[in-house]
Each structure stands twice: as structure tokens, then as C-alpha cells.
């Protein structure tokens, strides 16, 4: 997982969003108790959304895949190729926010269906548990493990978005992390290398195999572990040597 940035949206993406936004809140408006009204918008974002083949969907679509890195990555496991659009704020249980931009993630099926569903985690102040990848930075709550591929925690909001996303029991989510993070090494001192020679052709191959592969996301967690005390040590010296000579590296992810 790694920072993802929001970009805009059209007038015409803004204005369906907000039309379908008022329709839900105003379903169940007859009724005279707050469980019926819940029930009666909750079945409205329902039906809206299961018929949802709008142009402007075809642009908000369009832009979440921009925004994930690589491939069309998901933004969840950053591994997967990415194939729908995950309510962050699950909208089983909040309907008012399922025509929300904000609200809105590009998923692989494994992450959106198979763990996270409507699962939604609330600290004791009703804020979400759950780490929103285009909202903040998901190194505040996670450093990498080289050696194993695993997150490891650093505060409660990391614990709890590995169990929801079943971080902790997807073994090959680590094997791909400890994958990437020897193959990263390896294309940036073969990028220097290139460098080195003038072939700037192979020097931007190098660059593009590491930004668009799975799991790109130990890029940014081997700069962490460089700039942590002791971390240095677990980077190969040829490595670091090559992140020291082309400072312009930090700025790829």
C-alpha cells in the first residue's frame, strides 16, 4: 500500500454524483421512523448503483485507474491488477456516501470482496481505523521487513488494516513485497550502471520496470529503511551508493 493523489473530476462526473447523492437522501422521506428511512436509502444506493452504465462513470472509471500506480494497481495491496470500484465507507452501511468522489478506490476483487466487504473498523471517536491510501501516507503506519516481505505495524490503524484487508494471512502478498524490494535493488544499481555508460534508452527501461511492478511500493519503503536509523544496513552498499549518485530517484514513486 502507498500514497495515492486525487485528481478531478468534470462538472458533468460532479453533478451526477451529487444528483444520485440527493435521490438516496431523499428516499424513504414518507416514512416516520429513523429504521425505516436507513432501510429505505440504503436499498435506494443499492438500486442506483447496480444500474450504474453513465458516461460520467465511465469517467470517474477512467480517473481511478490513473490514479493507481503502475498497471492499474490496486490501491489496497498495491499486487493485483485492479477491477472495480471500492466504497472506502462501505456503502451497505452508509448509503449517503456511496456517490461520494472522495469515497471512492480503485480495488482487486480479493481486497474489496473477499476481506474487506462491509467491514469498517471505528476508533472510540468514529474515525476510521481503516487507512485511506488517498488521504494519507501508509509508511506513517507500516514499515517493510526485508527479510520477510511482512508489514510491520506502527500504530493501531496499521494493525487494524491488515486484519481488515487480510494483510496478515495472505502469505503471498509477503513473498511478492520480498520479491520486489530484491528486484527494486537490483534495477536501481542497473540504472546507475546505465547512467554511468550514457545509454539513457536503457537507463529509462530500467526506471519504468521498477514503477510500473507490482508491489513499486518498496521503493518507497527501502528510502524509509535508508533514512531510519540502522535501516541503511539491510540496503545493499551498491544499492545505496546508486540512490546517493542520482538523487532524482526519490522522486519517481
Request: with cysteine; proline share 5%; charged share 30%.
Amino acid at each position: 500500500m502507498r500514497r495515492v493523489y486525487r485528481e478531478p473530476l468534470s462538472e458533468e462526473a460532479l453533478e451526477l454524483l451529487c444528483k444520485r447523492t440527493c435521490q438516496i437522501a431523499n428516499a424513504g422521506n414518507l416514512s416516520t421512523r429513523n429504521c425505516d428511512r436507513c432501510r429505505a436509502r440504503k436499498k435506494e444506493a443499492e438500486r442506483l448503483w447496480d444500474q450504474e452504465k453513465t458516461k460520467a462513470f465511465e469517467e470517474i472509471r477512467r480517473v481511478l485507474k490513473r490514479m493507481a500506480h503502475g498497471s492499474e494497481r490496486c490501491m489496497y495491496c498495491d499486487d493485483s491488477a485492479g477491477s472495480g470500484i471500492d466504497h472506502f465507507w462501505p456503502k451497505e452501511k452508509y448509503p449517503g456516501r456511496a456517490y461520494t468522489w472522495e469515497n471512492y478506490l480503485w480495488s482487486c476483487a480479493t481486497c474489496n470482496s473477499t476481506f474487506k466487504g462491509s467491514q469498517f473498523p471505528l476508533d472510540e471517536h468514529g474515525k476510521p481505523l481503516l487507512i485511506h491510501p488517498a488521504e494519507e501516507d501508509p509508511r506513517i503506519h507500516f514499515t517493510l521487513s526485508p527479510k520477510t516481505g511482512k508489514l510491520i505495524n506502527k500504530t493501531p490503524k496499521g494493525v487494524q488494516t491488515q486484519i481488515t484487508l487480510g494483510f496478515d494471512r495472505r502469505g503471498e502478498l509477503d513473498k511478492a513485497r520480498k520479491d520486489a524490494f530484491d528486484a527494486i535493488q537490483k534495477f536501481l544499481i542497473d540504472y546507475a550502471a546505465q547512467c554511468a555508460r550514457g545509454d539513457t534508452t536503457e537507463a529509462l527501461v530500467a526506471q519504468r520496470l521498477i514503477c510500473r511492478q507490482p508491489m513499486a511500493s518498496a521503493l518507497l519503503y527501502l528510502f524509509q529503511l535508508l533514512d531510519s536509523p540502522g535501516g541503511a544496513s539491510l540496503i545493499r552498499s551498491d544499492c545505496r551508493a546508486a540512490i546517493e549518485a542520482h538523487p532524482e530517484i526519490r522522486h519517481w514513486p
